[in-house]
């Protein structure tokens, strides 16, 4: 199940990535709303997850957006360090149980 990540900060995305994909999982990121909408219309991704920093209009319309194109399931995350850890603990178990519901 592909999964795409939205936040505000690019090195983050890229270290959430850089974990997702070690650990045998289809994901993009990107840091911009109009970048989320983009891949969303493809109807490709099962899993959103929205990242600490995006701001709460755009968390809500993104979310909105993301209902009307095949998301499954999303995930509102803050990372913390060490932040392979923590998308390890709280958004791969999450990333599996979506997959397993579909």
Known sequence: MRTLVLGRTPARVTEVLATLRTDGFDAEGVSTDDEARTLLRTEEFGVLIIGGGVEPESRAAIKEFAARHRVRRV???????PFDAYVRREFEPLIREAAAQG
Not at 75 to 81: F, H, P
């Open 75 to 81: 995930i509102d995350g803050a990372l913390t360090a």
